[in-house]
Every structure is written in C-alpha cells, then in structure tokens.
C-alpha cells in the first residue's frame, strides 16, 4: 500500500531539521533537536526508498505509475526536496570541511530536480499519456514537482560562499539562478491556472485542502533563493555600486515573493477553517471529527515545508543587508512561522506512531485468530 505521498514525511523533518539547528533565537538545546530530527530525516529517507525499491520489484508497473500517474508522479517532487534539505544540514555542521563532498550532493540534486520538474512533469501533466483534465482537478499539487528547483537553487546559493574557487562559486550561482527562473516561469503559470479555478469552482474540497498551503512553499523558498543570490553577488562582484544594485533588486524581488506568500498563508488559514466548525455548516464527515476539526492524515505534512520556508526567507529578510541594520519583526515572524511548523511536524510524527502501533496490534490479533482456528 505505499505511496509517494509518504515522501513529504522526508521533506518536513528534514526541512524542521534546518530551522532548528539554525533557529531565529538560537540555542543550542535546539541544536540537539536539530540533529534528533535529522535522524528521524534520514530514517525516512532510507526507509521509504527501500520500500520505493521493493514496491518496483514486485510490482513493476509502478515505475511507469511514478512517471505518468499525476497522483503519484506530483509526489516524487517530495522525495527530492527532503534529500536536499539533508543537504543542507550537512552543509550546515560541516561548513567548509568536505565541501567537494557536499558539492558533489548537490550536482545529484540538481539532476534529480531537472528530471522531476522536466521529464516527470511532461508525462505525468502534459503528455497524452492521462486523460484530459477537468479544470475542477486542477490544484496546487502541480507545483510540487515545480518547486524542486527552487530549493535546489538555495542549496546552491548556500553552498557558493565556502566554494573553494572563484570559477566553481561563479558557476554554481549562474546554475542556481537559471533553475530559480525556471522555477518561477512554471510555478507563476501554475499559480495563475489555480486562481481561476478558485474564482470559477471556490476553494478545494476537505480532502484536498491542505494543498492550498502548498504556493505559500514555492513563494517563501524562492524569496530565500533570490535573495540569497543578491547577498552572494554583493560580495563577490567587486565593484561595491554594481554588487549593491544586484542586491537591492534582489531584495525587493524577495520581499515581493514573500508578501505574496502571507497573502497565500491567509488564503490557506481561511480555507482550512471554512471547513470547520462553527464557520462550516455541514463540515465532511469523513475528513473532521465529532468536534468539527479537519481529522488528522497524512496530508498534514503539507503545511510544515510551506511554513519552513517563509520562516527562512523572513529570516534572511530580518538580517538586514540592505542598509546593514536588522529588521527584527522579521525576526519574530520567522520563529512564528518556524514554531508552526514544528508543532505540526511533531503532530505528524505522533499520529505516525499511533498509526503504526495499531496496524501492528492489528496484525498480531490476525495471527492469533488464524492460530485459535
């Protein structure tokens, strides 16, 4: 019964990882869950793709599945995100050391990005491999392929500062930056596509709503990725007017992109709540408790990597470059956003354990029954 929706399990410890090693108000009691997290991060890693692997051979056909199928393809996007935000902790406690190392990671990461948001978005979306869509079934998960390059393209701007060339610096930033505009070109399509639909069908059935947090995701990596590559421009270009005015335009574009995305965090808060109680009427029963709140799934994971993402480009934001002076509401935003998201991380992460607990005593009352007979 596995799916590739369970790769966004990988995407949000890892990414829950990276805020708390690196926490708006460090500590570094928080440093130590950051690594505890990390664990469970690649846990998940290995585990799902040892039961990736094994579901291919025994079942062959689901290697065609995860190219073609929409509902399954969208979700290796999943997959590549959370092996980039390991990266990024390595990068993080490693610094410069083994950085040839690290390097090498992300060159694998950026080929699995441009495969996933190429190869398995041509033939899980465009191609005349599925049925044409009905506009009413169009929702945000179509950028989750999408926006594996955007945080490719963070990783590498992270990655440039402790390169140990000029040449490797320049072309990891000109690499970083061509799969961010990629990036953008798709996602803006994708988005102007689901606001049509928003306006035409309304917000997204009870089952599907979780994925209207996912544009809040694209619009906060991509305001950490421009700006990051405005920083690195600053100090690597020599001319400090030239290097400034890269820096105040990426600034700018970032704060766009993240303004953005707390109009997109508004519009997801009030989807979620119009399909609970009091402010729903007849809530789903089948996707809300006896209490009329959203029952927990698998899809909850979908709101930790959006809220990872704009507490990154608010902090990065609060730093202050331009003008050299911090911006601490930023600041105080970031580790609201970041405590979000660990809350529902550690909700996902319990509601796994129960959900395998009871799967196992399941399996042990059908053993005892087959025994007693």
């Known amino acids: 019964n596995f799916s590739p929706v369970y790769y966004v399990s990988i995407m949000g410890t890892g990414a829950s990882s990276n805020i708390l090693y690196?926490?708006?108000?460090?500590?570094?009691?928080l440093q130590v869950c950051g690594w505890i997290m990390f664990s469970?991060?690649?846990?998940?890693?290995?585990?799902?793709?040892?039961?990736?692997?094994?579901g291919f051979y025994y079942h062959p056909k689901r290697i065609v599945s995860y190219h073609t199928d929409p509902n399954d393809a969208v979700y290796m996007g999943c997959y590549v995100m959370g092996y980039i935000t390991i990266i990024n902790f390595v990068h993080l406690v490693l610094g410069t050391r083994h950085i040839a190392f690290v390097w090498a990671l992300w060159w694998i990461a950026i080929f699995m990005a441009v495969y996933t948001a190429?190869?398995?978005?041509?033939?899980?979306?465009?191609?005349?491999?599925?049925?044409?869509?009905?506009?009413?079934?169009?929702?945000?998960?179509?950028?989750?392929?999408?926006?594996?390059?955007?945080?490719a393209s963070s990783n590498g701007h992270l990655l440039t500062p402790t390169l140990p060339t000029l040449q490797q610096q320049i072309i990891t930033e000109l690499v970083s930056l061509m799969i961010w505009m990629i990036s953008i070109a798709l996602a803006f399509i994708v988005i102007t596509i689901y606001f049509a639909r928003l306006i035409i069908y309304k917000i997204p059935t009870t089952d599907m709503i979780f994925s209207s947090w996912l544009p809040v995701g694209f619009l906060g990596q991509s305001s950490y990725s421009i700006l990051l590559f405005?920083?690195?421009?600053?100090?690597?270009?020599?001319?400090?007017?030239?290097?400034?005015?890269?820096?105040?335009?990426s600034a700018?574009?970032?704060?766009?992109?993240?303004?953005?995305?707390y109009f997109m965090v508004?519009?997801?808060?009030?989807?979620?709540?119009?399909?609970?109680?009091?402010?729903?009427?007849?809530?789903?029963?089948?996707?809300?408790t006896t209490f009329g709140t959203i029952r927990w799934s698998k899809y909850w994971w979908a709101v930790?990597?959006?809220?990872?993402?704009?507490?990154?480009?608010?902090?990065?934001?609060?730093?202050?470059?331009?003008?050299?002076?911090?911006?601490?509401?930023?600041?105080?935003?970031?580790?609201?956003?970041?405590?979000?998201?660990?809350?529902?991380?550690?909700?996902?992460?319990?509601?796994?354990?129960?959900?395998?607990?009871?799967?196992?005593?399941?399996?042990?009352?059908?053993?005892d029954h087959k025994s007693i007979v």
């Not at 469970?40 to 094994?54: C, E, P, Q, R």
């Not at 899980?124 to 491999?129: A, D, P, Q, V, Y």
């Not at 997801?268 to 996707?287: G, H, Q, R």
């Not at 129960?354 to 399941?362: E, G, H, L």
């Open 266 to 288: 508004f519009i997801a808060v009030s989807s979620l709540l119009s399909k609970t109680k009091p402010f729903a009427k007849n809530p789903n029963t089948a996707y809300t």
């Open 118 to 151: 190429s190869i398995i978005v041509f033939l899980s979306i465009f191609s005349k491999l599925n049925k044409n869509y009905d506009p009413q079934e169009v929702t945000a998960i179509f950028l989750l392929p999408i926006v594996t390059l955007t945080v």
């Open 40 to 54: 469970i991060a690649v846990l998940l890693l290995i585990s799902t793709s040892f039961m990736t692997l094994a």
């Open 252 to 261: 700018l574009v970032a704060l766009f992109l993240m303004s953005f995305g």
């Open 304 to 367: 930790t990597f959006p809220c990872g993402t704009m507490s990154l480009s608010n902090l990065e934001i609060s730093k202050g470059f331009v003008g050299n002076y911090e911006l601490p509401f930023f600041r105080v935003m970031s580790c609201i956003f970041a405590l979000g998201m660990l809350t529902i991380t550690v909700t996902c992460l319990v509601g796994i354990v129960i959900y395998i607990v009871k799967r196992v005593a399941r399996l042990f009352d059908k053993l």
């Open 22 to 29: 690196n926490f708006p108000y460090p500590a570094h009691w």
């Open 230 to 249: 405005g920083v690195n421009m600053f100090k690597l270009i020599p001319d400090p007017y030239l290097g400034h005015s890269f820096l105040v335009t």
